[in-house]
Nanobody, 124 residues
Framework: QVQLEESGGGWVQAGGSLRLSCTTS????????VGWFRRAPGQEREIVSS????????LYAGSVKGRLTISRDNAKNTVYLQMNSLKPEDTAVYYC?????????????????WGQGTQVTVST
C-alpha cells in the first residue's frame, strides 16, 4: 500500500500560480511513475500530467500544455505540479496517483494508488 498526500491547493485569481505537491512516506517512491489528474464538478476525472520514474519523460493534457510543469525530486519523495497562468476552467480537485513501473499514461486504470485530492479554485 502506498499512501499519497497532496498539498498546495487553494484559491487564486485567473492568471495566478499555484504549486501542488504529492508526497509519500515510502522510501521507494522513485520506483513509481506518477500522474496528476483532476475532476471538475460534474465531469469525469481526467489526466493533467504524468512523469516517469526517472523524470525524463513527461506527458501533458493539451489543455494545460505550456502552463503546467510536472517535476519530481525522488530524494524528497515528492512530485510537483507547477501551475501558471491559471484559468477558471482549471478549477477542480487535483489528485496524484502512482503506478509501479517506468511510465504510466493517461488512463485512470493505469494507476494503482491514489491520494485524497486537493481543491484548486480559480476565480475570474
Amino acid at each position: 500500500q502506498v499512501q499519497l498526500e497532496e498539498s498546495g491547493g487553494g484559491w487564486v485569481q485567473a492568471g495566478g500560480s499555484l504549486r501542488l505537491s504529492c508526497t509519500t512516506s515510502r522510501h521507494t517512491f522513485g520506483a513509481y511513475a506518477v500522474g496528476w489528474f483532476r475532476r471538475a464538478p460534474g465531469q469525469e476525472r481526467e489526466i493533467v500530467s504524468s512523469i516517469s520514474q526517472s523524470g525524463r519523460t513527461t506527458l501533458y493534457a493539451g489543455s494545460v500544455k505550456g502552463r503546467l510543469t510536472i517535476s519530481r525530486d525522488n530524494a524528497k519523495n515528492t512530485v510537483y505540479l507547477q501551475m501558471n497562468s491559471l484559468k477558471p476552467e482549471d478549477t477542480a480537485v487535483y489528485y496524484c496517483a502512482v503506478r509501479g513501473g517506468t511510465f504510466a499514461g493517461r488512463k485512470t486504470d493505469d494507476y494503482d494508488y491514489w491520494g485524497q485530492g486537493t481543491q484548486v479554485t480559480v476565480s475570474t
